[in-house]
């Protein structure tokens, strides 16, 4: 007789994760909840996801909103650095499509917003270019990889200015 071998058993400490994936893949309520970001799940209001699709006109005035409030903080966030730095200038265009912060010796800080992805681009002379979002309920820009705008600019400005901007 041929030899029997028993039914294979899931692997693994736990054994009803498949079915538990099941679940949460057949509730809508738990595929609209919860949202990838980075490295970990979080929960998303359902408030926060429609303020996150592109083209609506109530994330593009958040949007707008949030840029203008960003391009203020670093205008008198960094004021008091101007004799310190003799020559910064900043330049900001009238309807907030750009701004620019200029130290001089190619060290220049570039923010350039895109209304229609509802992104905003940072060109810094240290770390390069990098694109953040708009987190709706913190109301912080925030990369792909979780870090914050503020907290990368004042890094780099400490690399190529001098002093410590006034950041709200």
Known sequence: PPIQR???????????????????RSSAVARAALTRRGSSTTYVSRKARKAQKAGSPQASVAFRDAVAALFSSLDTGT??????????????EENDSEMVLDLGNNNTF??????HALTLMLISPASGVISYRLDPDTRQWVAEDGHQLVGLFIRDWIRVGVGLPRLD
């Not at 028993?6 to 949460?24: D, E, H, I, N, Q």
């Not at 004021?79 to 900001?92: A, G, I, P, Q």
């Open 6 to 24: 028993p039914a294979a058993r899931p692997r693994g400490p736990f054994p009803f994760r498949g079915a538990m994936r099941a679940v949460l």
């Open 110 to 115: 570039r923010f350039r917003p895109d209304e």
């Open 79 to 92: 004021s008091h650095l101007r004799e310190l730095n003799r020559s910064l200038t900043v330049h900001r």
